[in-house]
């Protein structure tokens, strides 16, 4: 998995923040899984393939029995349509959202 130096793994904790920053990619594919590619989950600074979470699916996650090592590289990848939606960043950042506005968004659903 290709992490940034500064979203280091050092503790449980982040771990577990690595898990909940993987899953949400995947809730946020999911709310913006068009036929037509779309920036709306974005907040409109960047766009979603057509079908993301196909397009995840497409990317190392279709071993019928992987590895730990692949298996956790297609979820990199995976999370990489949402997060990496320009096809610019050379890593990951755990502690990041998509963009500045995605990361406040985020803030809003434990009011829900």
Known sequence: MRLCPDASLNSTDDVLGLKYWLASAWDYM?????????????NGHGQLPAYPVRVACSLGLHHYTPSSAQLLE???????VYYNY???LSCLNWNQGANSDS??????????
Request: charged share 10%.
């Open 74 to 80: 297609g979820m990199a990848q995976a999370a990489g």
């Open 103 to 112: 990361d406040e968004d985020a803030d809003f659903w434990g009011y829900q």
């Open 30 to 42: 999911a709310m913006g899984n068009f036929p037509y590619p779309s920036g709306y989950i974005l």
């Open 86 to 88: 320009s096809g610019s």
